[in-house]
């Protein structure tokens, strides 16, 4: 039974980290092209947010963090390309706290679930 879960464990690993490579470095490629189906130009313009994006995620996702304190800053990036939607995923395993500031920064904090 252990190495059927040890298996699994490296199979969603394995998978992590092609995730990691496609947003982080094939973004721009015709495989990241594809897959995401953005236009050459959208991902030239989205390229750096998708990278950061995709190891944040990664990590959280991979519950490989147990706490992250995250400090948005209000500011437009290209086309106002949302970072962090999607999130309601990491909602079963993280308690998510957003707390906005009067200078308009918002903190996000990411705890991990007692189990």
Do not use: C
Request: charged share 15%; aromatic share 8%.
């Amino acid at each position: 039974m252990a190495m059927i879960a040890n298996i699994v464990v490296a199979l969603v690993a394995a998978l992590h980290l092609y995730f990691l490579v496609l947003e982080m470095f094939l973004w721009t490629r015709p495989l990241g092209l594809k897959t995401f189906r953005n236009s050459p130009e959208k991902a030239a313009d989205s390229a750096v947010l998708a990278a950061n994006q995709g190891l944040y995620n990664g990590f959280l996702a991979a519950g490989l963090v147990d706490h992250m304190h995250l400090v948005q800053v209000p500011i437009v990036l290209g086309r106002g390309v949302r970072v962090w939607d999607g999130l309601e995923s990491l909602q079963e395993d993280y308690e998510i706290e957003a707390v906005s500031a009067p200078s308009g920064v918002t903190h996000i904090t990411f705890d991990r679930k007692a189990s």
